[in-house]
């Protein structure tokens, strides 16, 4: 693929994000709107492949998307620190399930993880899990590592121990502490994900987010992932971009003009 193919069907694995302190219904619908319209203004481009926000916005990004294709993700578990009590945790993932998130982004323990509790950590994706599957057997676990955090060696630990416990996904940063995603996060996390796959034959997905916003990062995460685990990869449901900016500005390359759509 040249770099404008790359740019287009990165589009279509964005997961187009709000999580600001600001955020109100009504903007949270016009974005959402926004991507109801998105075909008629770029019918050449593919929709993106959800619209992530806070828990509270569950609700009204699903009652106001008319396109079936486009998921509602949440960032859920008290994000973006994941500070609170496992019961207030999982009520929080649970509600916005049953207000209509088809899929959950929540944070590692950090606090168990980095103690060495592995298994409060896993307990806890578990845990959740069980109780938004309960409610959609077919909702999508996200799990953010905080690479940021992290040494190259707990990376590929945490990454194990959240596959390990169920996650659909496993996910860089939440975007609220720097370093953000990095290309050698990345490479880790993706070279988790292919060992896990030839070990048990499930295919978990992979969601670099924090930072990126530009066509080149696109390139540089796309031929990652191409890289590490392969062409099977290459869709939406095992490849996301977490990212705001991006959406505009890969319209910008492809159309060749300044565009300021989302």
């Not at 929709?47 to 992530?52: N, Q, T, V």
């Not at 106001?64 to 486009?70: N, S």
């Not at 070990?199 to 987010?209: I, Y």
């Not at 992932?225 to 290459?234: C, F, N, S, T």
């Amino acid at each position: 693929m040249n770099e404008k193919e790359i740019y287009a069907a990165a589009l279509g694995l964005i997961d187009l994000t709000s999580l600001n302190g600001t955020d109100t219904y009504t903007g949270i619908a016009s974005m959402t709107e926004k991507v109801n319209r998105f075909n008629e203004v770029f019918p050449n481009y593919p929709l993106p492949a959800s619209i992530c926000v806070y828990p509270n916005f569950a609700f009204t990004v699903a009652h106001t998307r008319k396109v079936d294709d486009v998921h509602v993700t949440v960032v859920g578990g008290c994000f973006p620190a994941s500070q609170s009590p496992l019961k207030v945790k999982v009520f929080e993932c649970v509600s916005a399930v049953q207000d209509g998130a088809d899929e959950v982004d929540i944070v590692l323990a950090l606090n168990s993880f980095l103690e060495g509790n592995r298994d409060a950590a896993s307990s806890e994706i578990r845990e959740i899990g069980r109780a938004i599957r309960a409610v959609n057997p077919g909702v999508l676990l996200k799990v953010i590592l905080e690479t940021g955090a992290l040494s190259d060696e707990q990376i590929a630990e945490a990454s194990f121990l959240a596959m390990e416990a169920g996650a659909d996904f496993i996910k860089t940063s939440t975007g609220k502490m720097q370093p953000a995603a990095t290309p050698q996060a990345a490479r880790i996390m993706c070279g988790c994900i292919k060992k896990y796959w030839e070990k048990t034959g499930r295919m978990v997905g992979f969601k670099p987010a924090g930072g990126i916003s530009t066509p080149e990062d696109a390139v540089t995460y796309y031929n990652i992932v191409k890289d590490v685990l392969g062409e099977k990869w290459l869709c939406k449901r095992y490849f996301r971009f977490g990212a705001s900016r991006m959406a505009n500005n890969l319209l910008s390359a492809l159309e060749e003009r300044e565009i300021k759509y989302f």
